[in-house]
């Protein structure tokens, strides 16, 4: 899940398990998901987006699933390669007089062992 | 990285001295952001535009300006005025969807950042 401050939550895994990153996100009116992908010292990177008026998108190797009644993200990658290592964030926006705007969550560390 | 470009992609500033990030475009994109990144941290959004020679302040405004005069540019200054600029610097695009009252940002593509120092 996230977390405040500088103590981003971490993930180890190894090479071939499946991945499950966690993210509460805080705002009901939310309509729109991203999760992003950031390796050390470049720009996210967009992975998968979900809409509220869906539980579940697939991509591949990559399914993100939404409860919007406990506001709750989550980002499942298959067969976790040493590549996936990075930093994933979960983003959502509001749309309406918000509809520029995505509010980030702190992020997750995953690391693939081989 | 996609069609957005980020220069310089170092950049070092003295104690008072303004500084320009550039971020340019070629994916058509009707709205453009600029993110401020701390070390261990989320992304804070710091200024937007929806369309040329207009932007909005995000959550985090002071101490930065931008202009949008052409579609592709979106550059970013970073003034005297900001008390703590060391950070990294993401520009973002996306198209805009919807009718004017409910519209809804498409997804957001980044830039491959600006590291800002301050000596």
């Known amino acids: 899940g996230e977390s405040v401050g500088l103590h981003l939550p971490t993930l180890s895994v190894q090479e071939g398990d499946n991945s499950i990153i966690n993210c509460a996100y805080s705002n009901s009116a939310s309509d729109y998901f991203i999760w992003y992908k950031q390796e050390s010292g470049k720009g996210p990177q967009f992975i998968i987006d979900?809409?509220?008026?869906?539980d579940k998108r697939q991509g591949q190797r990559v399914t993100v699933l939404l409860n919007k009644t406990v506001k709750h993200l989550s980002l499942q990658i298959a067969a976790t390669q040493p590549g996936d290592s990075a930093v994933y964030f979960c983003?959502?926006?509001?749309?309406?007089?918000?509809?520029?705007?995505?509010?980030f969550g702190q992020g997750t560390i995953l690391t693939v062992h081989p | 990285d996609g069609g957005i470009t980020q220069s310089p992609k170092y950049l070092f500033r003295k104690e008072g001295q303004n500084v320009t990030l550039s971020c340019e475009q070629n994916?058509?994109?009707?709205?453009m952001y600029w993110y401020r990144q701390d070390p261990g941290q989320g992304l804070r959004l710091i200024y937007y535009?929806?369309?040329?020679?207009?932007?909005q302040k995000g959550d985090i405004a002071e101490g930065y300006s931008v202009s949008r005069e052409k579609k592709e540019s979106f550059p970013l200054t970073v003034t005297s005025a900001q008390k703590n600029p060391t950070a990294f610097y993401l520009c973002?695009?996306?198209?805009?969807?919807?009718?004017?009252?409910?519209?809804?940002?498409?997804?957001?593509?980044f830039g491959p950042g600006t590291r800002l120092t301050v000596l």
């Open positions: 994916l058509n994109h009707d709205a």
């Open positions: 983003a959502e926006n509001a749309g309406g007089t918000s509809y520029g705007k995505l509010t």
């Open positions: 535009s929806q369309i040329v020679n207009d932007f």
């Open positions: 979900i809409r509220s008026n869906m």
């Open positions: 973002a695009s996306s198209t805009l969807l919807g009718l004017a009252g409910t519209r809804h940002t498409d997804t957001q593509y």
